[in-house]
């Protein structure tokens, strides 16, 4: 793998994947929740030094399949720029199958409909896009500089030129005061996104995290109430439904609609064991 710059994410589904860092930190780096690059100016790096990495690992990997870009939101880049990186994997990576980037609703919609649709001819196809919270409010409240209407116009569009996209929420992100607003809102935008593929993490303080005056830490027991709630409220026609992460108490996979049921009375009997804190954020998640 190449050399990277710390701190480096990627989503759990790219654990496989060969990952270039084409940038470095967020270009928003605002949301109040979020510690991944805090403290880290975020640079671009130089198209030579990126191209040659390409070329390099291609060599040393000729079979690879799937790559990630990162790090925070490259779709950010311009379009020229990504179709230029896009049009060079495709050359030096023969095998190449796909090419999946963290992604803000703000930079989809920078693009046209046919720049995205020529994105998508060349490789690029999961999304990966932090909703957080459907609750317009709430996101002001955390400084995400996102809109929700936007957000859901931006995966509509997306998804209407062939992408995947891949929706992530936030349970417990309102604490005890927004939890039902939270929930609501979330369950309205995820409906009218319709999104490929739907995860939802535990939010959880971490280093570099400074939440809202009113925020509260929503108990384990209410934060699977919230997302209970959500999916109860949940119509979705075709979406690969993922809350395993390890900040989740109960670990969850389904399809929608197949799914929905067993994923309700899954949360109910948990909810009934007597087994979640009702006090606490409940268990450490394994990162901290
Ligand atoms: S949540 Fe996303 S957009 Fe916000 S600071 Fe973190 S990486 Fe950047």
Redesign the pocket.
Known sequence: MPKYKEPL?RPPAEADSMIFQVSHG??????C??????GIPHSIRSQEEVLAEFEEYAEIYPQTRRIFLA???VMALPFETLRMYLDHLNTVFPFLARVNV?S?GSSILQKSASQLRELRKLKLTTLYM?L?SGAQQLLDLVN???NVRDMIKAVNLAQDEGFRCSVMILIGLGGRKFSSLHAVNTALALNAMQPRLLSALRFVEVPNTTMFDEYETLPEYDGVIELRRIISRLELNKTVFRANHTSNPVPLEGRFPHDKEKLISILTEQLESGQLDHKGPGITPLFL
């Not at 967020?26 to 949301?31: A, E, G, I, M, Q």
């Not at 929740?33 to 805090?38: N, P």
């Open positions: 994410f967020c270009p928003h780096n605002t949301c929740f979020c510690g991944m690059y805090k790090d925070g939101d963290y803000n932090g957080e995400k500089k996102e």
